[in-house]
């Protein structure tokens, strides 16, 4: 059955005069390249096309990628100092269950610097920032003290475990004694959750 078609095939081409048969060769080559293209060829470059731009877009990372991967070592030893960085400067907060041992430092800082404390109280935060590793413990503070012994205490604060920051301060006349002022300070401290 095939050697049919493929007998009435040749017997038409060889019916034909030679001019014509180099007509049906070329349609037949023309024919092939057309089809080659629409079938083969413009696929292949629509998706080369696609592909292309996000090819140059990734090749810089790529780059990246192969020279972090040829500085591995140093990128873990990075990793690794920061990690301990990270965890030492934990250690400035407090944890959420540890705010009294916070006003008991606070207030032995005081005590150490020459400062009286009057009021020392915690300010309650509303829930805002839910699911921060880190949330802040306000603190307002009455105080007298002079100027020496304020300046004491302001530096301790600022060196001491766990961290302190002043966010507000107000330093008014004290009538009964001149060389102690009434201090109003609103502190912030840190505790981890």
């Given at each position: 059955m095939i050697q049919l078609p493929i007998d009435r095939v040749a017997l038409f081409y060889n019916?034909?005069?030679?001019?014509?048969?180099?007509?049906?060769?070329?349609?037949?080559?023309?024919?092939?390249?057309?089809?080659?293209?629409?079938?083969?060829?413009?696929?292949?470059?629509?998706?080369f096309?696609?592909?292309l731009p996000r090819l140059s877009a990734l090749q810089p990372e790529l780059k990246t990628l192969r020279e972090d991967k040829k500085n591995k070592a140093q990128l873990e030893a990075h990793w690794q100092d920061a990690k301990a960085r990270l965890e030492e400067a934990e250690k400035n907060f407090v944890d959420s269950d540890e705010v009294s041992a916070l006003l008991e430092e606070l207030s032995q800082l005081a005590q150490n610097s020459g400062v009286k404390i009057m009021a020392l109280k915690p300010i309650e935060m509303t829930s805002a920032g839910e699911g921060a590793v880190y949330s802040p413990v306000p603190i307002k503070m009455s105080a007298l003290a002079g100027t020496h012994e304020l300046g004491r205490f302001l530096v301790k604060l600022e060196t001491n475990r766990p961290f302190f920051r002043v966010t507000g301060m107000r330093i008014t006349e004290n009538p009964a004694d001149v060389r102690r002022h009434q201090i109003d300070l609103e502190l912030e401290s840190f505790r981890k959750r």
């Open positions: 019916s034909r005069t030679v001019r014509e048969q180099k007509l049906l060769l070329l349609f037949l080559v023309c024919l092939v390249i057309v089809l080659d293209y629409f079938a083969l060829m413009r696929p292949v470059q629509g998706v096309a696609d592909t």
